[in-house]
């Protein structure tokens, strides 16, 4: 059964870990079971989406709303983000300044890394999607640590009316 601690959780630090490691938040409250089961969620999705999409598909240049919503993954996207980055700066300094977003997306193709039209956006929806699935995690490890909730839930206790029922 979930219990109130004489210390409460941080919320600040309930956050904050939350976000870095999806289900941590969960973890630092005695909520192993929940939080595993968040990580492995998130980060399937996640990946999963970087899988379809490869290297390209968070973009903070070209898919602003998109690259916010696969930040809230934390350190998922984090390492995806300074993957697109590095290859972006590489690319950038062995080709020279683009003019134009056409011009780019024929750099990106002829280096074999341009997402098309459906490819796109089912790999940036699967990121995105995991990013705001743990945006809801993160605050319900902020509200359970207000709360002062810690650890895991119990099982529903019977009422003394239901246990003669039969």
Partial sequence: MATTRKTR???????????????????????????????????ATFWAGMAVGGVMTVDSQNERWWFVAE?????????????????????????????NLDEWNALLNSEGVYLPYPTENVARAYAGVAGLLNLLCVFDAVILSIMGVTGEPGARRKQPAEEGAP
Avoid at 32 to 41: A, H, K, N, S
Avoid at 73 to 91: E, P, Y
């Fill in 71 to 99: 930040m809230f993954t934390g350190i998922h996207g984090l390492v995806a983000w300074h993957q697109s980055k590095s290859f972006t700066d590489r690319l950038a300094a062995e080709k020279g300044p683009v003019e």
């Fill in 9 to 43: 959780p941080i919320p600040l630090l309930a956050l904050f870990i939350a976000w870095l490691v999806p289900g941590a938040g969960h973890v630092y409250l005695g909520r192993t079971l929940r939080g595993l089961v968040i990580f492995v969620t998130i980060s």
